[in-house]
């Protein structure tokens, strides 16, 4: 069976280890630089979405803001990981963020309507 991209091939290859998913702590999320685990997410995502890692920056940026030390403050979010047993290599991931919404925008942007007419 032929592979379409090494990451087709490492998905295979971990297929065979123990995988835990988890959620990252306070700490994991705060940390910086090229070994930490929110830099290796903004990598498997980037690799994932654009098929080269060219846009990490720029994913590890945005990851720092919703879910890292500058995203702490007043939001409600976590980063799940799923780890591989060796080493603990993050191979999947999913970001998610609390949020709180108006009556406006359940109603679908809309005012609110007093005596027949949109206000």
Known sequence: MGFRSG?????????RESI?????????LAES??????NMVARLCT???FGADDG?????RNFNMKYGGEGTAGRQSVMLVAETSKGGEIIGCVGMELM???????RG???????????
């Open 7 to 15: 990451l087709e091939r490492k998905v295979a290859e971990k297929r």
């Open 33 to 38: 630089g090229e070994g930490s685990k929110l």
């Open 100 to 106: 709180q919404l108006t009556d406006q925008v359940l």
């Open 56 to 60: 990490v920056r720029w994913v590890l």
């Open 20 to 28: 835990h998913l988890r959620a990252l702590s306070i700490e994991e």
């Open 109 to 119: 942007g809309q005012k609110e309507k007093k005596n027949g007419q949109i206000q």
């Open 47 to 49: 690799e994932g979405m």
